[in-house]
């Protein structure tokens, strides 16, 4: 079984993120989705909120499973047997942090990352815009599944 990890702190999911692991269930047998936990950083969602928007983002896709973990990411791929890790690169900014993650996790563990450029009606789309079009109460459905609501 061809397993990848998408990981990430998702607060919340973009159209970004839900275009990157729709297109990794094409590629893998299983994606798991998996929301990073860090105690030292303050976020908008609780993990429950999150883990709820992309479970429900995603019922119907049965090769999508969403789960948390704390520690380095290739540690928790070892773990659950992942052997891929999926990443999206939005710009070469991206590409550029995330090639340097990328040689070190290769360099801790037997793990290859597989990136997938976004695509270009959701490449500016990031977390924090929408947090920030959030807090000034700005239409922020454009950019997220369905599953995120605010009530």
């Given at each position: 079984m061809r397993r990848?990890?998408?990981?990430?702190?998702f607060d919340p999911?973009?159209?970004?993120?839900?275009?990157?692991i729709?297109?990794?269930?094409?590629?893998?047998?299983?994606?798991i989705v998996a929301?990073?936990?860090n105690s030292d950083k303050k976020y908008m969602f609780s993990l429950k909120e999150r883990q709820a928007f992309i479970e429900e983002a995603f019922a119907d896709e049965p090769k999508?499973?969403?789960v948390t973990y704390t520690g380095l990411t290739v540690d928790f791929c070892n773990e659950i047997g992942a052997e891929f890790?999926?990443?999206?690169?939005r710009n070469p900014a991206d590409f550029e942090f995330e090639k340097a993650i990328a040689h070190a996790n290769r360099r801790m563990a037997t793990i290859e990352t597989?990136?997938?450029?976004?695509?270009?009606?959701?490449?500016?789309?990031?977390?924090?815009?929408?947090?920030d079009v959030i807090k000034n109460e700005g239409d922020?459905?454009?950019?997220?599944?369905?599953?995120v609501r605010i009530n």
């Open positions: 990848a990890l998408f990981p990430g702190s999911i973009t159209l970004g993120h839900f275009d990157i729709k297109r990794g269930v094409t590629l893998f047998d299983e994606v929301i990073g936990v999508v499973k969403v890790i999926l990443r999206g690169l597989v990136f997938l450029l976004t695509s270009a009606k959701t490449s500016f789309i990031s977390s924090s815009i929408v947090r922020y459905t454009k950019f997220v599944p369905d599953s």
